[in-house]
């Protein structure tokens, strides 16, 4: 069993519908939580991050972290056709630098 | 204020080769981390160096693969004798290293993606 589980997608929904991305989890250990969004041959870019359980928002983006259940989710409104992309999760632990990635949800808006 | 930088963008080596993969953090950056992605997975973390120190290497192979930041100059992931399963993306981050700070935030390159013929 992988550490972190994502569903691989594609996920493809009309614009302006809201979004929902997860991650599953195993280790009770992790404390960092981050997405980063990956276009087509770029590298990945960092969306939110959050530290331990809660909710934080920024923009259109909302990221979520439920310790208890291992399960972080990211939402996405009013979702754009430039919101296409490749959604990761990445955690970690105490180092706080060796991220542990899930394998990425592709993302697809429809116009 | 210019982005990590990798290079070169597309590696060909035939087997047993050598591969040298190039990274340049972030103005003001001093921390380095090389992690590879194969198809359809996740990044997998390789190696965490400071200058002229690796920190963490516990995600590299133990053969064929180095790395290394030195004083002057970029950081450089050397693969050598290089076989069709090291065909990947490697991507380099940097950080700014804040001790104590509960984020580092890590900056990824665009990559380089190395074929194995």
């Known amino acids: 069993q992988k550490e972190v589980e994502q569903d691989p997608g594609p996920l493809s929904v009309p614009e302006g519908a809201i979004v929902s991305l997860n991650c599953t989890y195993s280790?009770?250990?992790?404390?960092?939580f981050m997405w980063y969004r990956q276009y087509s041959r770029k590298g990945p870019e960092l969306l939110m991050y959050?530290?331990s359980s809660g909710n934080k928002e920024d923009g259109r983006f909302t990221a979520q972290v439920d310790k208890s259940s291992k399960y972080i989710s990211l939402f996405i409104r009013d979702s754009q056709p430039s919101d296409s992309a490749t959604y990761l999760c990445a955690m970690s632990g105490d180092s706080n630098y060796q991220l542990i990635w899930g394998a990425g949800t592709k993302l697809i808006i429809k116009p | 204020n210019a982005g990590v930088m990798q290079n070169p963008r597309h590696l060909v080596r035939r087997r047993g080769q050598e591969a040298r993969l190039r990274c340049s953090p972030m103005k003001g950056h001093s921390h380095v981390y090389w992690y590879r992605q194969l198809p359809e997975e996740g990044l997998k973390f390789m190696v965490y160096?400071?200058?002229?120190?690796?920190?963490?290497e516990s995600g590299m192979p133990k053969e064929r693969f180095s790395a290394e930041f030195p004083k002057e100059g970029p950081s450089i992931l050397r693969i050598q004798q290089v076989v069709r399963g090291d065909s990947a993306a490697y991507f380099c981050?940097?950080?700014?290293?804040?001790?104590?700070?509960?984020?580092?935030?890590?900056?990824f390159g665009p990559g380089t993606r190395l074929t194995v013929l």
């Open positions: 160096l400071q200058k002229e120190n690796i920190i963490d």
């Open positions: 981050a940097s950080s700014a290293g804040r001790t104590g700070s509960t984020s580092d935030t890590q900056y």
């Open positions: 959050t530290y």
């Open positions: 280790n009770s250990a992790f404390q960092y």
